[in-house]
């Protein structure tokens, strides 16, 4: 297994990369905004559940193999960013002709119900799986901590990217609840509001026009 030195100086690195500003933590901070601090939470459990799979991808193999296969990653980029666009026509679309004034299709509640957190949990999940850069920079960034001195490489991977998740969780959960905070102040003007959704929907379809450019070369998926 990786040493106490190497896991710790692994770890240091992952928090950097974690604020470095890139699609996830810029959804999770307008997911925050937009529906609140739990929404948000529930929003960056599911994008450490994505963590988690591409993780095991690479210990297992599987991400050394997908990167011959250009055309599954091509796919797995335009489904998240139909995905995206998605999300953001629904940030976009009018709202109801009859829904009282300051009403919005998007409540920023204190403590949103079960189903809506597993749906949020889904939505980061969704999210951080259909980034195909972000299994390509697992790939690329794990194995380099990794050393066939310590042992079997797969348990020091997937070690490894429970200390990097442990990070995300730090980092995109600070996040979610300070930016929650700010959005529960803005939720109560209704014309804040409105230009909250507005400002959600234009961020998701920057999201969707910047993965479709992306170069899966890349070694940062923030990049």
Do not use: E
Request: proline share 6%; charged share 5%.
């Amino acid at each position: 297994m990786p040493t106490l030195q190497t896991l710790v100086s692994f770890f240091g690195v992952s928090l950097l990369l974690a604020l470095t500003p890139g699609p996830d933590n810029l959804f999770v901070l307008v997911q925050s905004i937009q529906r609140g601090a739990y929404a948000g939470m529930a929003v960056v459990v599911g994008l450490c559940l994505g963590l988690i799979v591409h993780t095991s991808a690479v210990a297992l193999g599987l991400a050394a193999m997908l990167s011959t296969m250009p055309l599954a990653f091509t796919l797995l980029q335009w489904c998240g960013a139909a995905y995206l666009c998605w999300l953001a026509w629904q940030a976009l679309r009018p709202r109801p002709s009859n829904a009282p004034a300051g009403a919005s299709v998007h409540h920023n509640t204190a403590t949103p119900d079960h189903a809506a957190l597993a749906r949020m949990v889904g939505r980061g999940l969704v999210m951080n799986l259909s980034n195909p850069k972000v299994l390509v920079f697992f790939l690329a960034f794990l194995p380099q901590f990794a050393n066939p001195a310590q042992g079997h490489i797969a348990p020091q991977i997937l070690l490894l990217g429970l200390v990097f998740m442990l990070a995300t969780l730090l980092v995109f959960g600070a996040i979610a609840c300070f930016s929650g905070r700010f959005g529960a102040l803005l939720q109560r003007h209704a014309r804040a509001h409105l230009w909250l959704d507005r400002l959600a929907g234009l961020v998701f379809l920057g999201l969707a026009l910047r993965l479709l450019g992306s170069d899966l070369g890349a070694a940062h998926p923030s990049r």
